[in-house]
């Protein structure tokens, strides 16, 4: 065989040879991927299949493989008080105001949370069916995902911040939805920051307003539901601020509590395989579904200098708007948003629970394709 032609057949082979070994390298790269992928989704658990829906139920987006989650763990119970975030009872000004943070609602404001009659949830529910509230109630999407199940029992998953005045404003509606399910032995007057709004809120538990850290647990009960509450805390005279997911999660796997741990885990994988997962404060899970931000927007209309109506009302007042809604748009709209989420739930629980018989409920769930 001529020179020219043994040296071009040797070229020819090993060209051969790197794109067989390039196809090579590729599949092993591949095979890899999908086992470490499995790994991380799983966690030793079943892959779950599952579609996203959006607010309307109208449109289906494609599937997506999660981590499933069923544990035995104890919750959470807080702290009645913080040493070094004690209540303030100096009647402090409107926009600078902690005036009674920290301190725990009385017997008669607990009981406006735990004891709100059904005929407030049904007349808010039919009034958001028929748009009176516009945009206000239900302008985040929310996806479907598998449950984060403890102890047998589907959970409602919060991460906020109490700097946020979103997650000031939502918190009232999410306390009133979870009272449908169980009750709070406890809860807490509260602020957003000076620097956000100033917003009257609930806290779970006693906030560390005067320090950069993470606030867990609270004093709720329920035969349906477990409630996992995360607040990420920052010093309360400032802005908003919210620490790294990385500090949170650090200070989450410190409080040694397996349901916290792998609510956590389950939140970051939940993003490693959806954009729409955890992107800011307020982020909820209620049961079989997850939502990316508050339910309502309710934080009333702008007076100037970039202050709101609830920036300039006391906790009484707005537990007495919700004590009465019938003439409070402000109450109307938290007992609608509130029933939202409890027909997420009741969609979660197979409508077991008497609240999920109310016909705004029934219709809400319809309406949403929950």
Known sequence: MPKNRRIKKRQTETSKRFVRLCYLAIAISMIALIISSYSLLTKG???????????????????????????????????????????????????????????????????????????????AGAMYLNGTFGNLVGGVTANKVPPFIVNGKPSVIYLGSITCFFCGENRWAMALALSRFGNFSALFKGYSSFGDSNFPTLYWAPGRYNQSSDDFGSFYNSKYLNFIAIDDTHPIRGGFALNPISIIEENVNATGNTAYIDSFSYILNLSRVQATAFQGTPYTIWGDYQLGGADAVDVGNSIGNNEYQLTNMTHAEVLAQLSNPNNSSFGLVEYAAADL????????????APVCSLSSIKAIESANGY
């Open 341 to 352: 989420y409890v027909a997420m739930i009741c969609s979660s629980i197979n409508n077991n």
């Open 45 to 123: 658990e079943i892959v779950y299949k599952t579609v996203y829906i959006n607010g309307t139920g109208s449109s289906a987006l494609p599937k997506a493989s999660y981590a499933k989650y069923n544990i035995t763990s104890s919750l959470i119970t807080p702290l009645y008080y913080l040493p070094n975030d004690p209540p303030i009872t100096t009647n402090m000004t409107f926009g600078q105001r902690l005036t009674g943070i920290n301190t725990q609602l009385n017997s008669s404001e607990l009981s406006i949370i735990n004891n709100a009659p059904d005929s407030y949830f049904e007349k």
